[in-house]
C-alpha cells in the first residue's frame, strides 16, 4: 500500500468513529450550524415550562454589535439552587427551521457554544440542557466561569461522556448515564440556555433583562480519537513511501 493510500485510510477511521451509527436510525444526522438570530427570534421562546412566549428580537447590541434575542423575566417563586429556563429552541416551534433537531451522534456533532448577557446584581452560574422532543430525558451541560453582569460571554460545551457527573450530567442515576446520553444526543429536539438561582435572586420580584445569541453546534475531535490519529500519524512516519 502506498503512503497516500495509507493516510487516506486512517483519515477515513478518523471519520468513521465519530460519525458511525446504528443502520435505521430515524431522527436525521445534524450538521454544524451557528443561530445568529438575522432577521427574528426564529421561534425561540424564553421562560421555564412550555415557554412564556417568543423571545424578543434585538437588530444590534449582540456581542459582535449585531442581532440577538432577549426576555425579561423574574425569579418569583423560584428557590434558591434551582436551574431556572430562559431560552428554548424547541422542534415543536420549529425553532430555527429545526437545524438543531436530531441525531447529533450521527453528525458527530459534540460541541455546543452560545453567547450569554444578564443584569442581574450578582454573577450567575449558567448551564445548557439538550433533550429529546418531549423534553425528558435531558442532560445538562455545566461548568466554566460564572457570568458577569452586563458582560457578554461565550458558555462553552464539550459533549462526551469523560465528563460524566461533572460537566455532562445526563437526567438519571449513574449506571444508566450512556444509555441515557446516547438516547438524548440521537434523537435531540430541544436545546436549553439557563442559570442556577443564586440566593440572593430567590423568590426575587426584579425584572432582569437576559440575552442570547450565536448559538452553536458543531464536531470536534474527542480524546479517543485525537489519539488514534496521533498514533496513525506516528506509524506513518515510520512508513517510507513505496516504489
Do not use: C
Not at 436525521?28 to 421562560?47: I, K, L, Q
Amino acid at each position: 500500500m502506498s503512503f497516500r493510500n495509507v493516510s487516506i485510510a486512517v483519515l477515513a477511521l478518523a471519520s468513521f468513529v465519530v460519525v458511525s451509527r446504528q443502520a435505521g436510525a430515524v431522527p436525521p444526522p445534524v450538521d454544524s450550524y451557528t443561530e445568529h438570530f438575522p432577521a427574528s427570534n426564529a421561534n425561540w421562546v424564553y421562560g421555564p415550562g412550555a415557554g412564556s412566549g417568543f423571545a424578543s428580537w434585538s437588530p444590534t447590541g449582540g456581542p459582535d454589535g449585531s442581532s440577538h434575542i432577549s426576555a425579561t423575566l423574574n425569579t418569583v417563586g423560584i428557590s434558591s439552587g434551582a436551574q431556572f429556563l430562559l431560552f428554548q429552541g424547541r422542534s415543536d416551534q420549529t425553532a430555527s427551521n429545526n437545524e438543531f433537531v436530531g441525531d447529533w451522534h450521527a453528525g458527530g456533532m459534540n460541541h455546543l457554544s452560545g453567547w450569554v448577557y444578564h443584569e442581574a446584581p450578582v454573577p450567575l452560574s449558567y448551564f445548557a440542557r439538550v433533550t429529546t422532543p418531549g423534553g425528558f430525558p435531558g442532560v445538562a451541560l455545566i461548568g466554566g466561569p460564572a457570568v458577569q453582569p452586563n458582560t457578554w460571554t461565550k458558555l462553552d460545551y464539550l459533549i462526551d461522556p469523560s465528563g460524566f457527573g461533572t460537566t455532562v450530567q445526563p437526567e438519571t442515576s449513574p449506571p444508566n448515564y450512556l444509555s441515557t446520553f446516547n438516547a438524548v444526543f440521537s434523537n435531540v429536539g430541544r436545546v436549553q440556555f439557563g442559570f442556577v438561582v443564586p440566593a440572593s435572586m430567590a423568590g426575587s420580584t426584579a425584572n432582569v433583562i437576559y440575552r442570547l445569541d450565536q448559538v452553536t453546534v458543531v464536531p470536534e475531535p474527542t480524546g479517543a480519537l485525537l489519539t488514534l490519529v496521533g498514533v496513525g500519524a506516528a506509524w506513518l512516519l515510520r512508513r517510507r513511501p513505496t516504489r
